[in-house]
């Protein structure tokens, strides 16, 4: 790690009033959950055109319902399965010793599980069923559901069968409604950001002192705004990922530089 970034990164830490965490796919890649971007990442398998919009999901359910179902499988398998990190428990941490707020664009819900009390999720939660007409939540999965979930998508995949049989499958993502107004709480390409999650982080983005980002390529807009939105409000941007960046770049896996940095900040 370059000690310059590092002795940057803990004064500025030291002395903020307002830390906001800004958290992408790969502060969850060592909990096993999958980046998209990376040489290993979903995009390589499971290409975007196809896979990240409603429209060409649905399309593709009656075409090569076998496919969606390992995309569908591939998504929520391992967050089913998956635990905290070294990382999102350092970042549980943090508002111990400075008021901080996570903003996350992932779906996984595993700062919350870290610890972390205030998460704006701007892509949503695979956990949780949306009303889309009344824009509210309407039910929260256990982590027993979205296995069994997953499980009976595995066996889908491995056994021939219709079309007509993973819908069945896919319905208990969104259950409980015939009338078509509820679906998983995500935000996939072409929607806009989950609401007042969206709000809330670009407030919190302009009135913070220090944003630490981490582990995201900052290539989904609008969501990448949010350091540019700091920096301009004279944040310092420390930036924490094995890729290099222009920011204050902390080289390196999450796991292992977000405790090293919470310990160089305030000695635990
Ligand atoms: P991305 O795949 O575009 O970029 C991942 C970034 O993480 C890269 O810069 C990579 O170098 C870095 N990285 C890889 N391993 C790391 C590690 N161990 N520690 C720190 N950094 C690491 O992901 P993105 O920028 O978050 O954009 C993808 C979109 O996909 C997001 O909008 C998100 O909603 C969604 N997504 C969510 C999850 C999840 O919920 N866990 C997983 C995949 C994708």
């Known amino acids: 790690m370059n000690s310059d970034n590092l002795i940057t990164a803990v004064l500025a830490l030291r002395k903020a009033r307002r830390v906001v965490v800004y958290t992408g796919a790969g502060v969850s890649a060592e909990s096993g959950i999958p980046t998209f971007r990376d040489a290993d990442g979903f995009w390589q398998r499971f290409p975007p055109e196809h896979f990240a919009q409603w429209s060409g999901l649905f399309s593709m359910v009656l075409s090569e319902p076998r496919r969606v179902a ?110 078509g107004r509820h679906r998983p709480n995500l935000v996939l390409f072409g929607d806009s950001l989950a609401e007042p999650a969206w709000t809330k982080a670009e407030q919190a983005a302009r009135s913070c002192d220090v944003m630490i980002s981490v582990g995201t390529s900052g290539e989904v807009y609008p969501a990448a705004f949010l350091p540019q939105y700091a920096a301009a409000a004279g944040a310092t941007v420390i930036k924490i990922d ?27």
């Open 70 to 179: 390992e995309f569908v499988l591939n998504v929520v398998e391992p967050i089913a399965m998956a635990k905290p990190n070294a990382g999102h428990l350092a970042i549980g941490t943090l508002e111990q010793y400075v008021p901080t707020t996570v903003v996350t664009q992932n779906i996984d819900g595993l700062h919350q599980a870290a610890g972390s009390k205030e998460v704006h999720e701007i892509h949503g939660s695979l956990w949780e069923v949306a009303d889309v007409s009344a824009g509210r939540v309407v039910h929260r999965f256990t982590r027993d559901q979205l296995a069994a979930i997953a499980a009976a998508l595995r066996a889908y995949t491995e056994e021939r069968e219709s079309a007509l049989k993973l819908l069945s499958v896919l319905r208990r993502l969104y259950p409980y409604d015939w009338l």
């Open 242 to 268: 094995p890729k290099p960046s222009a920011a204050c770049w902390l080289e390196g896996n999450a796991g292992t530089i977000l405790p090293e940095l919470v310990r160089a900040a305030w000695g635990s």
